[in-house]
C-alpha cells in the first residue's frame, strides 16, 4: 500500500472519530504516517487532558490498527 493511501484510509478513520473528539472540546490533527507509525497532534481540551494519553492509545491508535492495514502504532507530537 502506498503511504498516501495509507494517509487517505488514517485520515477517514479520524474524521469517523473527530465528533467524540469535538463533543468534549478537543481535536486532532494529523501530522505523519511513516513506516506504519501515525503521528497526531492533539489539540484543543485533548492537548491538556489527563485522559489524552488513554484517548490516544485505547481509542484512536486501536480504530486505525483494526480499520486501516499497516498501521502499528500512533505517537503524539507536540
Same mark, same amino acid.
Given at each position: 500500500m502506498s503511504d498516501q493511501t495509507m494517509v487517505d484510509q488514517v485520515q477517514e478513520v479520524l474524521d469517523? *472519530?473527530?465528533p467524540f473528539l469535538l463533543r468534549d472540546g478537543g481535536d486532532?490533527? %494529523?501530522?505523519?504516517?511513516? +513506516?506504519?507509525?501515525v503521528k497526531l497532534r492533539? *489539540?484543543?481540551a485533548c492537548g491538556?487532558?489527563?485522559s489524552s494519553t488513554i484517548t %490516544?492509545?485505547?481509542?484512536i +491508535?486501536?480504530?486505525l490498527i483494526e480499520e486501516v492495514p499497516g498501521v502499528v502504532e500512533v505517537e503524539q507530537v507536540f
Open positions: 469517523k *472519530l473527530r486532532c490533527e %494529523l501530522v505523519d504516517v511513516e +513506516e506504519g507509525i492533539l *489539540l484543543g491538556t487532558c489527563p %490516544l492509545k485505547a481509542g +491508535e486501536r480504530a
